[in-house]
């Protein structure tokens, strides 16, 4: 079983993954980055400025609106493979590049995929394959 701790950067607390990413079929991005599991969000969204530097093709574009119900955004869908606690590989996923924001969130199309535990109590998230 993967385990991370929660992070104390939000008030309250918040369950974080550890993933790296990649083109699919490509080998990973050494560079660690830390997601937010948001069981709330239908997607999964990532920084452009990080998808920018695969130079990954846009999919199509869509619209999406936050949870606040705002005005429809138009934004790019691109194509990754994500890598979980460095060892639990989930091939061509969607994501949205976001503009607006600067971390990764994890969204239900990805945590559906996955055996998850949130462990409040204890501030502990889990993944288990």
């Known amino acids: ?23 699919p079929g490509a080998t990973l991005v050494r560079e660690e980055f830390t997601a ?8 999964t969204f990532i920084p452009t400025a990080i998808l920018e530097k695969l130079e990954l093709p846009i999919l199509y574009m869509t619209n999406v609106r936050s949870h606040l119900g705002e005005r429809l955004h138009r ?9 979980l606690f460095g060892s639990v590989l989930l091939p061509n996923i969607e994501v949205v590049g976001d503009d607006w924001g600067s971390e990764i969130i994890l969204g239900r199309n990805v945590l559906n995929k996955l ?13 288990s394959e």
Do not use: F
């Open 1 to 23: 079983m993967n385990t991370a701790s929660y992070s104390q950067e939000y008030v309250p607390s918040a369950p974080v993954i550890p993933l790296r990413i990649a083109i």
């Open 75 to 83: 934004v790019p869908v691109h194509k990754i493979d994500i890598a």
């Open 115 to 127: 055996k998850l535990h949130l462990d409040g109590p204890s501030e502990i998230a889990s993944v």
């Open 36 to 43: 937010l599991v948001d069981t709330g969000a239908d997607g």
